[in-house]
Each structure stands twice: as C-alpha cells, then as structure tokens.
C-alpha cells in the first residue's frame, strides 16, 4: 500500500534561517512526489513535483526538495524563510500503478518567528 | 487559464439540513476529485470521477453523501441530511488524469461548511 509520512505536525523558526519539512513515503514502484502549500482560508497551491526527472527540484517561492530513494524521503528545504512562508505544508504521493490516485500526509503547519 | 471554480465559498446550515456544493473544474481536465477536509487535519478524498464515472468512492459516508459528475465536466456534492462533524472544508480538484504520465491536481478555494 502506497503511502506518506510528514514526521513533525509543527515546525517554528526565525526568519531568515533555513527551512526543513520532512516527508518518507511509500510506495512499490517509482512514485510522483508533491508539495503543496495551503495559507490560511486559500486553497491548495503546488509548490514543486518530482516525476522521475532530476532528483533535486526547484520550485516557486525559493522552495526546493530532494528525491532519495534509499531513504524513500522527499524533505522540502528552503535556505532563509521568509515571514509570508507561514503556511500548512502537504506532502503528496501519487503512485505509479495509478497515476491519477493522490494520497496526502497529515500536514505540517509552518510558523516564522520574527 | 482559469482555475477550479467551487461554489459557494461558505455555508453555515442546521444540523438535519441537506446542502450542495458545486464545482467547475479546469477545461478538458478528465479527472474530478472531492476531499474533505477537517480543521487542523490532511485532505480527505471522498471521491474520485474519471470524466464521468466513479474511479474510487471507497470513503464516501453514501448514507448521506452523494455526488455526481454530468456529462463528464461539473460536479455537485450533496449532504443529506447534515451532522455537526460534517463541518469542514470541501475541496474540489481536477487534473488531467492521463495514465501513465503524471500531472498534479489544481485545487478551488473550497468551501466551508459549518454545521450547528
């Protein structure tokens, strides 16, 4: 069974030190990774995608994210936050064998500190 | 291009009471989904169209949820009747849902349903 792991529920820093969001997933075969952001009262907005390409991704807002498949871990690091990064955070895994199945991690809320 | 359009943006109804959620979703995009998606909590999926047949309901309440996707484009979402754990917000998503080559969800603002 295909799955995802956000491993903390809430992370704080101070603005302009690094960012690191942690997400392993599950899956058998070679899966479509995602992250996406959700301000407060905004819908769901994608950050960056992984679809078997370069394993280091770039994506909006100064955001980027490994693929590691021997630690099965797509962790989403920024290197100086800023203080609109406030937001919930999704990992999202789309597996292989179906490509239109998308499967959410629990969240992680994101506070930046003056 | 234009977004998944949902509607309303917000409802507050009774508890018994039955509402309905519509959404539009991005042109030629074949694949609809429904979450749910309480305070605090991931998104759900409730359902999941493909143009306009059912790929996966496996997490709909269908005592008092139902949805339906005509003619493969806009999709309604009804509570009938209401309970006060419904409150939530309901999230439309759409992609092009091609097999074999990935492409994400694009996601409407949602819309807020609260239940007293």
């Known amino acids: 069974a295909q799955s995802v792991t956000q491993l903390d529920s809430h992370v704080s820093v101070s603005e302009g030190t690094p960012v690191l969001l942690r997400c392993n997933y599950s899956?058998?075969?070679?899966?479509?990774l995602f992250w996406y952001v959700q301000h407060p009262n905004k819908g769901l907005q994608l950050l960056l995608k992984?679809?078997?390409?370069?394993?280091l991704v770039k994506g909006i807002n100064g955001f980027e994210a490994e693929f590691k498949k021997s630690e099965t871990s797509f962790h989403l690091t920024k290197p100086s936050a800023h203080m609109s990064d406030a937001a919930e955070y999704f990992c999202?895994?789309?597996?292989?064998?179906?490509?239109?199945?998308?499967?959410f991690g629990s969240g992680t809320r994101l506070s930046i500190r003056p | 291009e234009a977004g998944v359009a949902q509607s309303p943006r917000y409802k507050i109804i009774e508890k018994r009471q039955s509402v309905a959620f519509w959404c539009n979703p991005i042109?030629?995009?074949?694949?609809l989904y429904w979450y749910q998606q309480i305070l605090g909590q991931g998104p759900k999926l409730l359902i999941q169209?493909?143009?306009?047949?059912?790929?996966?309901d496996s997490q709909l309440p269908k005592d008092r949820f139902s949805a339906e996707r005509l003619k493969g484009v806009d999709s309604t979402l009804k509570i009938q009747p209401a309970k006060l754990e419904d409150s939530a917000v309901y999230l439309c998503?759409?992609?092009?849902?091609?097999?074999?080559?990935?492409?994400?969800?694009?996601f409407g603002q949602g819309t807020r349903l609260t239940v007293v």
């Open positions: 998503a759409s992609s092009l849902g091609h097999t074999g080559g990935i492409t994400e969800a694009f």
């Open positions: 899956s058998s075969y070679s899966p479509s």
């Open positions: 992984y679809t078997s390409a370069a394993t």
């Open positions: 999202v895994v789309t597996p292989y064998s179906s490509a239109s199945k998308i499967i």
């Open positions: 042109s030629g995009h074949a694949t």
């Open positions: 169209f493909q143009n306009n047949g059912v790929v996966d």
